[in-house]
């Protein structure tokens, strides 16, 4: 697998690779990613098809993606970890 180009964004890091006629497409931020894969599909044979296909709308869906995941991350250290702030602060007198 190759790196065939970038999609310049603000705050995500959008990496396009190829690896012999199929497209993945990276969408990182500081702690997490999504790849979407493309199968044998001529439509996607070049970069320039990929960034048409990484619309203002596609980009929206990303971004709620990972608010979603950082959401169910989370949730998930609280119910393995949870918070006793009971103890937090001594009783001053």
Known sequence: ???????EH??????VFKA???ISVKF????????IKFGDDDRFSNLDA???FVD???LEDIL????HIHAARIAALLRVFPTDTSDAFEDII
């Open 1 to 7: 697998m190759r790196i065939i180009g970038n999609i």
């Open 64 to 67: 709620e993606g990972f608010r």
């Open 56 to 58: 203002n709308k596609l």
């Open 50 to 52: 990929v960034r048409t």
């Open 20 to 22: 012999d006629n199929r």
């Open 28 to 35: 990182e931020n500081a702690q997490y990613e999504q790849t």
């Open 10 to 15: 603000p705050f995500l890091k959008i990496s």
